[in-house]
């Protein structure tokens, strides 16, 4: 157990390196409502990233940014924009620095430190959560981004889901699961669309 956590960590830092950014560690939630900021794997991040099936006309909105891991890694796509949502100015300050010195970029990327909840999704088309936030601000933010989006396609991936972040979800009618599995971290991953 030890060992493969140790290959985990060496194979994230190496990655780092290779786009030229620091997004390693944890760091302790700085308000109530959210949780903790901790990495995922790239191993997963590409995965979901091909199970999004993102083209160039996607906006693609990593909710809950964190240092911008999955960020960076998702403007080595040809997308529209890809946006970091970070409400700790610690954090969003380092995913600002990783996105400008990041290598390999090929969309435009902002990242914008305010509260998830006052973001306005209405030209986003493809939401990324890892485990940002609780279930009560995750069904505030789902709110917003319906009005926010008014029907327009919209596509989402939650890795981590909760039973009480899945009962958000199941709550929100307009949306819809397409797909849910274990990753290989064993995270549960659910995709969902607007219906």
């Known amino acids: 157990m030890f060992l493969s956590s140790l290959a985990r960590s060496l194979k994230g830092r190496a990655n780092d390196l290779w786009l030229n950014i620091g997004t390693a560690g944890t760091a302790p939630a700085e308000s109530v409502g959210h949780v903790y900021y901790a990495t995922i794997s790239y191993r997963c991040i590409r995965s979901l990233l091909d199970s999004l099936d993102l083209s160039h006309e996607d906006r693609f909105v990593d909710v809950g940014c964190g240092k911008g891991r999955v960020v960076c890694l998702a403007a080595t796509h040809r997308l529209s924009q890809v946006i970091g949502v970070e409400y700790s100015t610690t954090l969003a300050s380092e995913a600002k620095r ?98």
């Open 98 to 195: 990783n996105s400008e010195r990041m290598r390999g970029r090929k969309s435009p990327v902002q990242i914008c430190c305010k509260p998830a909840e006052d973001f306005d999704y209405s030209d986003s088309s493809v939401l990324y959560f890892f485990n940002p936030f609780e279930a009560p601000l995750l069904d505030s933010v789902l709110q917003k981004a319906r009005a926010d989006r008014r029907d327009r396609p919209l596509r989402m991936a939650f890795v981590m889901e909760s039973p009480a972040q899945r009962d958000v979800f199941a709550r929100h009618t307009w949306l819809s699961c397409y797909n849910r599995f274990e990753d290989i971290d064993h995270h549960l991953v659910a995709f969902y669309r607007n219906s």
